[in-house]
């Protein structure tokens, strides 16, 4: 084996997976049959040591291809290899290694947090130092049992026994989804950590803030087939972000004052006050045009992942 | 080591021990009333000679004798209880917790998908172990008692070599209609599908044993139904165990368990 190929944790190659055909009538009373495609061609590669973020709006094919990868759905075709270990044959010794939290978490409702650990512990020795630190961090109360938890602190009890063992290879299916933001953060610290030690993250999910905050590379999903696979850094220089602004009354511009050498793709004036802008890439030369302004408002957020997905194939 | 067994065998305690305890009970309470059912049981044995009741309580039942009696309601008791039991838990163990999704997390852990599925089904065996144990010891001291209070004659105590063999008639169907009702859990994977279709199935052979007992034209019926065999009124008449009908039973609950293991380990988890 090479030592690329040693330095890659998980690589899936052209993973193809129909469901079967779905049925539907048209307005004409005609029956339309088409393939229900859970992932197309798939392949992509996640390296040691790094975050590899899996983004997708829902019903893309994120969830098929995870679990592919687990050996819980059989392919069409293609292939795939974790630790350079095949998925299929060698599913027990993979599991020996890995993580995983799915994306619709249901854990054994009449058991305890703690009775989990210890069940759970004895498929896959716990970490005790690592288990301290995430009792730490989570404040879920473990000795409680399941079914009296809310759906929040469920995930965290999920959180807690994926990484309890600290597994080598991590497959987190929209892990932070239910969590309050305290615990989202906290929960993206550990994941940071866990880079910074050398463990392996692939973390999927449709929340393009969660994918720029922790990932070092992302790919993206549409319609079963890989679309982009970059750079978290140069995926940002792509996006297009929406900017609203309320002017104070005493000066407030015309659609021809604003800049038009900065990264502006379009302005609609909302109200007499209120702007609504498109702005791609950087946003500096245009902040810098605000100061002589007063603002009374100002938004900014970042573009859905559909508008990603048109921008990428603009 | 046999960490699902283990945690099975608490999560499943009441319910396990319940059922056992509820049919062993009636033999200290029938027991006790049996001075004064023999009197009205002689009257009642002249109904039993109709077919119908033949039918419905099995044939050769002499209730006018305390291991008649015994037989008749202990083992037609135990009969529901093998019905109801093995239509809704061994078709529920897998298949529930499929339609729950705890199986995601269960199966990301190292542990082959036939022995997770074979530690379950263990437990369910192992509960209706309690069937034979509890029923052959209670048997023991109710004859032990009522022969000492002159309720029965030394004539008339009931034969445990018999009754061990009927308990482990039971066991052998417990597990092969269990392994049916397991097989139809893994081949639905969903609980509400797989418990029609095992009720069809054990159901359906209950029936066929039962209705081909009415008349000689479809008698051949009763040779497709796991009930045929290893019967415990034909055991209690005949006092043995045939080998022939201990061999169906287990090889068809073995192959109906084998196939389960085996489907579950190479299915799709959609």
Same mark, same amino acid.
């Given at each position: 084996m090479s030592k690329s190929e040693s330095d890659q944790v998980l690589q899936v190659s052209?993973v ?8 539907? =009538?048209?307005?004409?009373?005609? =029956?339309?049959? +088409? ?7 798939v392949s992509f590669i996640v390296n040691k040591g790094e975050i590899f973020g899996f983004l ?6 994120k969830t098929?291809t995870i679990r592919c990868i687990l050996d819980y759905l059989?392919m069409?075709?293609g292939m795939i290899s974790v630790f350079g270990l095949d998925h299929h044959i060698d599913a027990l010794e993979i599991r020996e290694r890995i993580g995983y939290i799915p994306g619709?978490l249901?854990l #054994?409702?009449?058991? =305890?947090g703690?009775?989990l650990i210890n069940f759970y512990g004895s498929f896959r020795p716990i970490d005790p130092d690592f288990l301290k630190e995430l009792r730490s961090l989570f +404040? ?15 995930q965290q009890v999920g959180i807690i026994l994926a990484l309890a063992s600290k597994p080598e290879f991590l497959i987190l299916d929209e892990p932070t ?7 989202t953060?906290n929960f993206h610290r550990i994941l940071k950590k866990l880079k910074q030690e050398g463990y392996t993250i692939f973390l999927s999910s449709?929340?393009?803030?969660e994918v720029?905050s922790v990932c070092d590379r992302v790919g ?9 696979i970059?750079n978290v @850094?140069?995926?940002?220089?792509? !996006? ?6 309320? #002017? ?9 004052? !604003? ?18 802008? =498109? ?6 030369? !245009? ?9 009374? +408002?100002?938004?900014? @957020? ?11 194939? @603009? | 080591?046999?960490t ?14 319940? /059922? ?27 109904? %039993? ?54 199986l995601d997390v269960m199966l990301s852990y190292p542990i082959p998908r036939?022995r997770y ?8 065996? $192992? ?17 032990? $008692? ?64 039962? /209705? &081909? ?18 019967? *415990? ?10 080998? &022939?009908? %201990? ?11 084998? *196939? ?5 380990? $190479?299915?799709?988890l959609?």
């Amino acid at each position: 084996m090479s030592k690329s190929e040693s330095d890659q944790v998980l690589q899936v190659s052209e993973v193809t997976k129909i469901y079967g055909r779905s049925y539907l =009538t048209n307005i004409a009373g005609k =029956t339309i049959s +088409r393939r229900v495609v859970g992932a197309e061609e798939v392949s992509f590669i996640v390296n040691k040591g790094e975050i590899f973020g899996f983004l997708g709006p829902n019903g893309a094919g994120k969830t098929t291809t995870i679990r592919c990868i687990l050996d819980y759905l059989k392919m069409q075709s293609g292939m795939i290899s974790v630790f350079g270990l095949d998925h299929h044959i060698d599913a027990l010794e993979i599991r020996e290694r890995i993580g995983y939290i799915p994306g619709d978490l249901a854990l #054994f409702k009449n058991y =305890t947090g703690n009775e989990l650990i210890n069940f759970y512990g004895s498929f896959r020795p716990i970490d005790p130092d690592f288990l301290k630190e995430l009792r730490s961090l989570f +404040r879920v109360d473990l000795s409680l049992k399941i079914k009296s938890l809310s759906s929040g602190n469920r995930q965290q009890v999920g959180i807690i026994l994926a990484l309890a063992s600290k597994p080598e290879f991590l497959i987190l299916d929209e892990p932070t989804s239910g969590l309050d933001p305290l615990m989202t953060a906290n929960f993206h610290r550990i994941l940071k950590k866990l880079k910074q030690e050398g463990y392996t993250i692939f973390l999927s999910s449709h929340d393009l803030a969660e994918v720029q905050s922790v990932c070092d590379r992302v790919g993206i999903i549409r319609e079963g087939r890989m679309i982009l696979i970059e750079n978290v @850094e140069d995926l940002r220089s792509k !996006f297009v972000q929406h900017i609203n602004i309320k #002017f104070d009354p005493s000066k407030v511009p015309q659609i021809s004052d !604003f800049p038009s050498n900065s990264s502006i793709i379009s302005v609609n004036q909302i109200k007499k006050t209120v702007f609504s802008l =498109t702005i791609s890439e950087n946003i500096n030369s !245009f902040l810098h045009w605000l100061r002589n302004y007063e603002i009374i +408002r100002l938004t900014i @957020e970042d573009a859905s992942l559909e508008e990603i997905f048109l921008q990428y194939y @603009e | 080591m046999l960490t699902v067994y283990r945690k099975n065998l608490r999560k499943y305690l009441l319910i396990g021990i319940s /059922f056992p305890i509820v049919i062993v009970l009636f033999i200290p309470l029938i027991g006790s009333l049996w001075p004064e059912l023999r009197n009205q049981m002689e009257f009642f044995q002249e109904f %039993l000679k109709n077919p119908i009741y033949q039918v419905m309580l099995g044939e050769l039942v002499d209730l006018s004798t305390w291991p008649g009696m015994y037989f008749m309601y202990i083992f037609m008791m135990l009969e529901w209880v093998m019905i109801f039991a093995t239509i809704f838990i061994p078709a529920r163990l897998i298949s529930s917790e499929m339609d729950n999704n705890t199986l995601d997390v269960m199966l990301s852990y190292p542990i082959p998908r036939w022995r997770y599925g074979l530690e379950k089904y263990s437990v369910y065996l $192992t509960y209706n172990l309690l069937y034979p144990i509890l029923i052959l010891s209670t048997t023991f001291l109710a004859n032990e $008692t009522m022969l000492n209070i002159d309720f029965i004659s030394a004539e008339e105590t009931i034969d445990l070599v018999v009754v061990g063999y009927a308990t482990i008639g039971s066991w052998l169907l417990f597990f092969a209609l269990g392994a049916l009702s397991f097989l139809c859990g893994m081949i639905f994977l969903e609980s509400s599908k797989a418990m029609a279709f095992s009720g069809l199935v054990i159901l359906g052979q209950y029936m066929m044993e039962r /209705f &081909g007992g009415i008349t000689e034209s479809i008698s051949f019926l009763q040779d497709y139904s796991l009930f045929h065999y290893l019967s *415990a009124s034909a055991i209690n008449h005949s006092g043995k165990l045939l080998i &022939g009908d %201990l061999i169906i039973v287990a090889s068809v609950g073995l192959a109906a368990l084998a *196939a389960a293991l085996y489907i579950f380990q $190479t299915r799709e988890l959609t």
